[in-house]
């Protein structure tokens, strides 16, 4: 006879925290995030921690390469989308990898014989006023000149004026040495009154470009989560299927850490591929997804270094309609977490956990982690930013931006549901979707962090750890959810007269 559980399958947002005593040292400044994400023996420091829990979901609408490095500058990790040509995602690897706090790969590239209006129509594409001059045009060759839009006259130079009788060339440029730092790059750029300093190796080769805004923003990331190179720490997703090809080309690229991608983790497959990268590589790999202690233990045993939590709760996500799969997300996240606990307890290998999909309002997040998360993976939180890889539209008097789903039609990664079938997909499971423009990732991250550790100080907590440990939680009634936003007062609108 099937097993049933008796009981029911719960979200979050059927949970509450209840405060503890808040000391005196509990304050938001004093709150640490930082959270494990790879295994590690009791006692031992994790190969690989976050400093703020946040992981952006393995999609195409949400991690490429421009939100790997806006979330790793913030303290938190993208796993750049799989579902794509293993040399599409590996080039976008590498480019998150390549980009060195400060010091960019420089992206607007011609040679002396371009003319001004290639300048104009590189500017239109790009967007970047200044262009590189190489000799062979790409962003590694030997740099010549600069153009910036203080070389030319939009209105009176003919378009077919050649780079060469314009440019700012080599000779007269301010360069810094491959091997500099950014502080030493930095004086340059205010000894000189630069606004860009071009770092070129002996041969006067390209290698980067240093902003002088870039230098600024650098200082205001406290928190960027970099590798021993100083590069930004960078994940990757991959399938069940290519992964013998996918996964060398990744690491070869610089990615730190992969996570196999799939609906429903619990699998022979997963197990096959954990194998594979184990006994060919040094990489840490995530596993998933499951919701149950069973999925859990078997993914463990296989190697996993992490273990994501959730099935049918994305916001995109019609899985359940469509296969009846899937449960509660807090449900999921109880049960495992007690499991990794119990795991713990037994050999002293600590197994961080992830949980991905459902989190809708940022008290989720505080939830989750209470629940025994190390972090959390979301896909529509961080689509809604000018990060994300998707065109903001504006739709009626509102702007948005696209998301999709991995299991939609239009993203057509067939690998994440396979079940050892054909290779497409044979109905959807994921929709296509418009979320609310939010405007930039850290702007938004700073309210949720607030929020988050203020929640913390709440129930006396300043670490993640502690938060597990010390965290009390209760279940809400249907009656009382009512209670839980504003209730028997009439909500005013902005843009009534006396506003
Ligand atoms: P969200 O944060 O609620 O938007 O959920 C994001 C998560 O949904 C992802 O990390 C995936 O685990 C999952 N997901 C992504 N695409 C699909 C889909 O098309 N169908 C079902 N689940 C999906």
């Not at 000391?23 to 640490?32: A, G, K, Q």
């Not at 296989?302 to 994305?314: L, M, R, S, T, Y």
Request: net charge negative; hydrophobic share 35%; proline share 4%.
């Amino acid at each position: 006879m099937a097993k049933f559980y008796t009981e029911p399958s719960r979200t979050f947002s059927e949970y509450l925290l209840i405060p503890n005593l808040t000391r005196r040292d509990c304050t938001t400044e004093r709150v640490s995030l930082r959270t494990p994400i790879v295994k590690h023996g009791r006692g031992e420091q994790p190969r690989l921690a976050l400093n703020i829990p946040f992981s952006s979901a393995v999609m195409q609408s949400v991690s490429d390469d421009v939100m790997a490095v806006a979330l790793a500058r913030s303290g938190g990790i993208s796993f750049i989308f799989g579902s794509q040509s293993v040399a599409e995602q590996a080039r976008m690897v590498g480019k998150a990898k390549a980009f060195k706090a400060g010091f960019v790969v420089s992206r607007s590239n011609l040679t002396p014989d371009h003319t001004l209006a290639d300048v104009r129509a590189l500017k239109a594409s790009t967007g970047h006023s200044t262009v590189a001059i190489t000799d062979d045009g790409t962003p590694r060759g030997k740099l010549l000149g600069i153009v910036t839009s203080r070389d030319y006259r939009d209105s009176r130079d003919p378009a077919d004026k050649p780079i060469r009788a314009f440019m700012t060339p080599y000779a007269s440029l301010v360069c810094g040495r491959s091997g500099i730092s950014l502080p030493e790059a930095n004086d340059l750029i205010w000894e000189h009154k630069l606004n860009v300093l071009p770092i070129v190796d002996e041969t006067q080769r390209l290698e980067h470009l240093v902003f002088r805004k870039d230098y600024d923003a650098h200082k205001e990331y406290p928190l960027q989560l970099l590798d021993a190179n100083k590069s930004y720490v960078v994940g990757a997703g991959i399938n069940t299927r290519d992964y013998k090809e996918r996964v060398p080309a990744l690491v070869a690229a610089g990615a730190d850490i992969l996570v196999i991608d799939a609906s429903d983790g619990y699998s022979e497959w997963q197990r096959d591929t954990i194998e594979y990268i184990k006994s060919n590589f040094d990489i840490p790999v995530g596993a998933g997804n499951i919701v149950d202690r069973e999925g859990f233990r078997y993914l463990v045993a296989a190697g996993a270094d992490f273990v994501k939590v959730g099935i049918g709760g994305g916001s995109i996500c019609i899985t359940r309609e469509q296969k009846g799969i899937g449960r509660g997300q807090a449900s999921a996240l109880i049960e495992v977490a007690e499991e990794r606990d119990r795991y713990y307890e037994e050999t002293g290998i600590y197994v961080p956990l992830c949980s991905d999909g459902g989190i809708v309002h940022d008290y989720h997040i505080t939830l989750a982690l209470a629940m025994g998360a190390d972090f959390v993976m979301m896909g529509r939180y961080f689509a809604r930013f000018d990060e994300s890889p998707t065109r903001k539209l504006k739709v009626g008097n509102n702007f948005v931006k696209e998301f999709w789903g991995e299991g939609s039609n239009r993203a057509r990664n067939w690998q994440r549901y396979d079940s050892g079938g054909k290779e497409n997909l044979l109905f959807e499971e994921g929709v296509d979707s418009y979320v609310p423009y939010a405007g930039g990732l850290q702007e938004n991250l700073d309210k949720t962090l607030g929020k988050i550790k203020s929640t913390m100080c709440n129930c006396g907590s300043i670490s993640i750890p502690e938060l597990q440990r010390e965290a009390r939680i209760t279940l809400v009634s249907a009656t009382s959810l009512v209670e839980g936003g504003a209730h028997d007062v009439m909500i005013k609108e902005t843009g009534l007269s006396g506003d």
